[in-house]
């Protein structure tokens, strides 16, 4: 069973909800991620989405796609990152973390490559956007031999068929992509989110977290009704912009705002 099955599992048990943030490795500085990420953990993060920067991020909002400009102004490359897992990992060896980003960084670095220094790093598993379970070709079993979940995207707009396809490729989890838009978006409408999640069980064995329009405690209680992960990541980039020349506010504040959402899920 991997770190991400094996959270999933624990967390049913306890009739708890997964809560993963997600934060772009590097900004703020290549110093502070890992920090970061511990202090996470400390506010009730179940699992980690760590974003390696791109220069197009086309999945994402303005508030995503600053963070990684912010990130690779700090010189922050895929290695890099994989350097914060095994940095991570000398510390927890029990958090899941899975590295979201897109496909240009690990093929400049091989596929072959990158599964194997991800799984020495400790990565557990990965996410890349614009890799469609039609073109992933012999990715899932690369992967899955590394001991990686591949994980899969999911829209509104998803077919029965892309939803099976994407069960039988993928590991872990899937995320379901809760609006029609980029990472930030407002609007979510939780009956919707509901009625979604329930038709994409019926298709699939893996848990399923909902993303994209996650903003407050008010908000991750709701999706957490419903789903079996909450992600959130734009509230929480966001507000690393705003404190990105005060450390000590930042690894205080940004924590604060998950601490919120894990309470109001287990109230």
């Given at each position: 069973m991997s770190r991400i099955s094996g959270?999933?599992?624990?967390?049913?048990?306890a009739n708890r909800k997964a809560l993963i943030p997600y934060i772009t490795a590097g900004?703020?500085?290549?110093?502070?991620?890992?920090?970061?990420m511990?202090?996470?953990?400390?506010?009730g993060a179940d699992i980690i989405e760590l974003g390696v920067p791109f220069s197009?991020?086309?999945?994402?909002?303005?508030?995503?796609?600053?963070?990684?400009e912010r990130a690779l102004a700090h010189g922050t490359r895929l290695a890099d990152v994989l350097e914060m897992v095994k940095a991570f990992r000398a510390q927890d060896e029990v958090t899941p973390v899975v590295l979201m980003g897109y496909l240009n960084p690990v093929e400049m670095m091989g596929y072959k490559a990158f599964a194997e220094q991800a799984a020495t790093a400790g990565v557990d598993?990965?996410?890349?956007?614009?890799?469609p379970p039609e073109e992933a070709d012999d990715v899932p079993a690369l992967m899955q031999a590394h001991g990686l979940d591949l994980v899969f995207l999911l829209a509104p707009t998803s077919k029965v068929e892309r939803i099976e396809a994407i069960g039988k490729a993928g590991?872990?989890?899937v995320y379901y992509v809760s609006l029609k838009g980029v990472t930030g978006s407002a609007q979510l409408n939780t009956a919707e989110v509901a009625e979604r999640v329930g038709f994409i069980r019926q298709h699939v064995s893996q848990p399923v977290g909902v993303g994209f329009g996650i903003r407050?405690?008010?908000?991750?209680?709701?999706?957490a009704a419903v789903a079996d992960g909450v992600i959130v990541g734009s509230v929480l980039v966001n507000k690393m912009a705003e404190l990105q020349q005060d450390r000590a506010a930042l690894l205080q504040e940004v924590p604060a705002i998950l601490r919120s959402m894990r309470e109001a899920m287990d109230a």
């Open positions: 959270c999933f599992a624990r967390l049913a048990a900004d703020g500085g290549l110093d502070l991620t890992v920090p970061l511990h202090a996470l953990v400390g506010a197009d991020p086309m999945a994402d909002g303005p508030v995503i796609q600053l963070a990684c598993g990965v996410l890349l956007v614009d890799m590991s872990g989890y407050d405690a008010a908000s991750a209680k709701a999706v």
